[in-house]
């Protein structure tokens, strides 16, 4: 088992909250609650969330004419999302389920792909199982509407419409002066210019992140996978921003994918995950994954 800590100080939209950390260092936990109780003094961590919204991919190979394909998929939309919801009705019934279509074509070592997209509004739950199993029943729908034979069907990790945001405004005197600020400011700079620091700098983001996950059941490493490969989709660059407002006070913000759940998996049922989570008091993916930010 990793220990388990609790990480303080947390005032997040307004909300006190306590923060169960899993993790094998304790420093990470120490270092948490301290920049906490300092973004206090300017009002705590403010937060924004996208929507609850994973892909599922559909991987369309062996297509002559891809494009036409990709109009013929589209010009279905209707008929595959019915297909997809008559999977999960309760999901459905929730106000969740397959809420739209998208399809790509994209070039491989193998020529041209068409890549459909199923959007899926999977409300507090991270969504796989619903997603995998809407993916695969569509399969032999899209197969019929391109002619094309179907490969892999499944979740996308990349989830750039389940965004959690989060702001905070460090006072300059609270953090050391000018000086910190430049500091800080400095090393910001090298992580956005060097990959080599750029992955350190992530990696201590995720030390944070990742410890709430796992304290909470659920999967680190589909959060792990999505924030990475989310700072890497325009060259790898860190999760963060920092900026210097008129104040001189330090402000930053983050931004990055949050697959969550607080229904399914190990979050019900491992007896650690649900005191967790009750320790953390939150009542949705959403407000889960706002906290996530945060940290």
Do not use: W
């Not at 948490?32 to 924004?48: E, H, L, V, W």
């Not at 569509?138 to 002619?147: D, K, N, Q, S, Y």
């Not at 963060?240 to 402000?251: A, M």
């Not at 995950?273 to 009750?278: N, S």
């Amino acid at each position: 088992e990793l220990p388990l800590g609790i990480a303080t100080n947390f005032l997040i939209d307004g909300k006190e909250y306590l923060i169960p950390m899993a993790i094998e260092e304790p420093s990470v936990v120490a270092a948490a609650s301290n920049a906490a109780k300092m973004a206090r003094a300017k009002g705590g961590f403010f937060t924004d969330y996208s929507g609850n919204i994973m892909i599922g991919q559909i991987q369309v190979t062996k297509l002559k004419d891809p494009n036409s394909a990709k109009f013929e998929v589209l010009r279905h939309k209707e008929e595959i999302i019915e297909k997809a919801n008559e999977q999960d009705p309760i999901l459905v019934n929730l106000g969740g389920g397959c809420k739209d279509v998208e399809a790509r074509v994209i070039n491989t070592r193998f020529g041209e792909m068409l890549i459909v997209h199923l959007l899926v509004d999977v409300k507090d739950a991270m969504g796989a199982n619903a997603v995998n199993t809407m993916a695969e029943a569509v399969a032999p729908l899209i197969e019929r509407i391109t002619g094309g034979k179907v490969y892999l069907r499944i979740i996308s990790n990349l989830a750039v419409y389940r965004l959690a945001r989060a702001k905070a405004i460090f006072d300059k005197n609270v953090i050391g002066g000018e000086e910190v600020v430049e500091g800080i400011m400095q090393a910001y700079a090298f992580a956005e210019a060097d990959p080599f620091r750029c992955a350190t700098h992530n990696k201590g983001i995720m030390n944070g992140i990742s410890a709430v996950v796992i304290a909470t059941g659920n999967d680190f490493r589909a959060v792990e996978a999505g924030a990475h490969a989310y700072a890497a989709i325009h060259g790898y660059k860190p999760l963060t921003r920092y900026e210097v407002n008129e104040d001189g006070d330090l402000v930053g913000t983050i931004e990055l994918p949050m697959a969550v759940g607080v229904i399914g998996g190990a979050t019900k049922v491992n007896p650690l995950a649900k005191i967790c989570l009750k320790i953390l008091g939150v009542n949705s993916a959403e407000e889960l994954a706002r906290v996530l930010a945060a940290v």
